[in-house]
Nanobody, 115 residues
Framework: QVQLMESGGGLVQPGGSLTLSCAAV????????MNWYRQAPGKQRELVAT??????YYADSVKGRFTISKVAIENTVYLQMTNLMLDDTARYYC??????????WGPGTQVTVSS
């Protein structure tokens, strides 16, 4: 069983920056496809960014502002978020996936962008 734990959320003003972390225990971020999702109140959970062996993906709404990366020795995935906007307010979830059989989620971390 893989456990994922997010951290780094908080309150930030528009235009500000935050870096979210996702620490993995029981599985390697080098093996798993790692994803960041977010869910705002009243909205569906949406994929924000993906990091896998073959692919890096960003949602159009965050391209050029967010960067997904990993530090293998820490077994941690990061989401650097810059130029944050009001619409970025959401709970951010780390997800690790391996094929169709394994799908793991963290509890999430809240990001609030407000002036």
């Amino acid at each position: 069983q893989v456990q994922l734990m997010e951290s780094g959320g908080g309150l930030v003003q528009p235009g500000g920056s935050l870096t979210l972390s996702c620490a993995a225990v029981g599985g390697s971020v080098n093996v798993l496809e790692m994803n960041w999702y977010r869910q705002a109140p009243g909205k569906q959970r949406e994929l924000v960014a993906t990091l896998s062996r073959a692919n890096i993906y960003y949602a159009d709404s965050v391209k050029g502002r967010f960067t997904i990366s990993k530090v293998a020795i820490e077994n941690t995935v990061y989401l650097q978020m810059t130029n944050l906007m009001l619409d970025d307010t959401a709970r951010y979830y780390c997800n690790g996936r391996l094929g169709t059989d394994y799908n793991f989620w963290g509890p999430g971390t809240q990001v609030t962008v407000s002036s």
